[in-house]
């Protein structure tokens, strides 16, 4: 088997359950030795920040000394990227390797596993046979019957900020969706929670004293911004001064104060973390497509929000990075998408949209969007028939001083950035 054999695989899983839970997974990791247990974790669920806070964590943790599995979902530029160890990504021959093991026993279960329980169960074969110390693991989606649930020793959950997004799977509104995530939360494992509205931590707390789970809402009190910049920012928390972080956005902070406080419940349970490895470990994270300097001229930045609360947080970031610079909006959504809220929050900072089909079955095509745009934001915008044409229609907009923003959709990142390196290569843009 080889990596597009591996893959076509997995992605092309056919799965007709409309049952939620963790029988499933639990079978086909009881079919291959369960190597999910016997590993230590700590669990990220939410709806903005679980990659970020993942990276942050791992990263930390691997400065420490200890050798960290990172496992997250979706991936930007190839699948690898799901699958770490140390920040490296899994092997095209551990991908095939474990894929070639996993499959009769997938096809063997009268109820076919999904395409995510296959990656899970891939995921935790490879961390136990790479004798990981510990595992920062992020929730597919939801929580208590999302497949990475099956765990049994947690070190700590962590909660993320809670909005309202996969309505449809997981509530209407804010309590039921943090309900369900809560469903992470084990009995006497501590709870890390991004501070948020009241009736979010009320959840929380209250599942918390029901697991006699030791609360900790994140210490965003002792958060001080110092300085910050296209290349990064600085910060102090607490008698730690200087801290400095590459990942953009005053949201970025908040979820460092979530990292930092995790980092203190861990310390508390007998993990080693030196305050310089935490230095280096934060200084060090890297999470593409949050806010990302891609280039300067034009400064070309990409961005995957695609739910209210990330376009919050992109706004917030132009008012602070950007002020006062028009730009060029390269753009493709899900037609599933609130896409008009976040059109509305662009308008005022536009200066063109140019708009692109992602590669995804759900997606809204580029003419339906630019027609969208052009009735109701009565601003000019032209539709490009592939991403790449709309990576370079975008920067000729901007000229060599301008900006250009690729933002709505993570499935569209990959191909931007692959062509804005073409453009490098080719001295097109620097």
């Not at 469903?183 to 501070?195: A, F």
């Not at 008698?239 to 970025?252: I, S, V, W």
């Not at 949050?290 to 970031?317: S, T, V, W, Y």
């Not at 132009?318 to 037609?335: Q, S």
């Amino acid at each position: 088997m080889n990596l597009d054999q591996a893959l076509k695989y997995i992605h092309n899983v056919s799965w007709m359950g409309t049952i939620p839970g963790l029988e499933r997974e639990l079978e086909l990791l009881d079919r291959i030795g369960n190597p999910h247990r016997g590993m230590k974790y700590i669990h990220v669920a939410g709806t903005n920040g679980k990659g970020s806070t993942a990276a942050m964590l791992q990263s930390i943790l691997t400065h420490a000394g200890y050798k960290t599995g990172l496992y997250t979902s979706p991936y930007i530029m190839r699948f690898n990227e799901r699958i770490q160890v140390d920040g490296e990504q899994i092997s095209d021959g551990d991908i095939c390797a474990l894929t070639e093991y996993i499959r009769p026993h997938a096809e063997a279960m009268a109820n076919h596993p999904s395409e995510f329980e296959i990656v899970t169960a891939i995921g935790f074969e490879y961390f136990k046979r790479q004798k990981c110390d510990i595992v920062v693991l992020e929730v597919g989606m939801g929580g208590e019957w999302d497949a990475t649930n099956v765990i049994e020793d947690n070190e700590a959950a962590v909660i993320v900020n809670i909005g309202l997004d996969h309505t449809e799977v997981l509530g209407d509104t804010l309590e039921k969706i943090a309900k369900t995530k809560s469903g992470v939360v084990k009995r006497g494992c501590p709870c890390v929670i991004y501070r948020q509205e009241k009736v979010v931590e009320d959840v929380f707390r209250q599942v918390c004293r029901e697991m006699d789970a030791p609360f900790f809402p994140a210490d965003f009190d002792s958060l001080k911004p110092v300085s910050a910049g296209l290349s990064g920012q600085r910060f102090d928390w607490g008698d730690m001064r200087d801290l400095r972080l590459p990942l953009l956005g005053a949201h970025q902070l908040k979820n460092a104060a979530n990292v930092l406080t995790t980092v203190q419940v861990l310390k508390s349970r007998g993990w080693n973390i030196p305050e310089a490895a935490v230095r280096e470990g934060l200084a060090a994270v890297t999470w593409p497509g949050r806010f990302q300097l891609m280039a300067e001229k034009p400064l070309f930045i990409i961005d995957g929000g695609h739910n209210p609360q990330c376009l919050e947080a992109l706004e917030d970031a132009i008012r602070t990075y950007l002020p006062g610079r028009r730009i060029v909006f390269l753009n493709g959504v899900m037609a599933d998408k609130d896409y008009g809220d976040m059109f509305n929050r662009l308008k005022p900072f536009a200066r063109a949209f140019v708009t692109v089909t992602p590669l995804n079955h759900r997606a809204l095509s580029a003419e339906a969007l630019s027609d969208y745009i052009r009735q109701n934001l009565d601003a000019p915008a032209t539709p490009c028939d592939t991403v790449a044409e709309g990576v370079r229609t975008a920067v000729d907009l901007a000229g060599p001083d301008g900006v250009v923003c690729a933002c709505g959709s993570l499935y569209m990142l990959g191909e931007v950035i692959e062509e804005i390196e073409r453009l490098k290569q080719g001295g097109a843009i620097s």
